[in-house]
Nanobody, 113 residues
Framework: QVQLVESGGGLVQPGGSLRLSCAASGRGFRINAMGWYRQAPGKERELVAA???????NYADSVKARFTISRDYAKNTVYLQMNNLKPEDTAVYYC???????WGQGTQVTVSS
């Protein structure tokens, strides 16, 4: 059984920063290819950042140059550094393996003054 636990969300003012973490556990599971998704109220879940097994990263146009995905194999944890946050970044953020259908409980990010 694979478990994904997201953390690091919260309330932040526009222009602020947050770093989300996704701790993965489960027999033999490795964070080789992972993605961060978000779902805002009334909207569909969307992919915002992904990292491949080779370390290649991709981002949605809306977050390019502001968000950075990274991973720490020693901790089996994936991160999402979010800078210059905007109100439209408000959503529940989830991590997910690229090739498996496991989801965590998500972490709420609210950007508001």
């Amino acid at each position: 059984q694979v478990q994904l636990v997201e953390s690091g969300g919260g309330l932040v003012q526009p222009g602020g920063s947050l770093r989300l973490s996704c701790a993965a556990s489960g027999r033999g599971f490795r964070i080789n290819a992972m993605g961060w998704y978000r779902q805002a109220p009334g909207k569909e879940r969307e992919l915002v950042a992904a990292i491949t097994v080779d370390g290649i990263t991709n981002y949605a146009d809306s977050v390019k140059a502001r968000f950075t995905i990274s991973r720490d194999y020693a901790k089996n944890t994936v991160y999402l550094q979010m800078n210059n946050l905007k109100p439209e970044d408000t959503a529940v953020y989830y991590c997910k393996p690229t090739f498996d259908n496991y989801w965590g409980q998500g972490t709420q990010v609210t950007v508001s003054s």
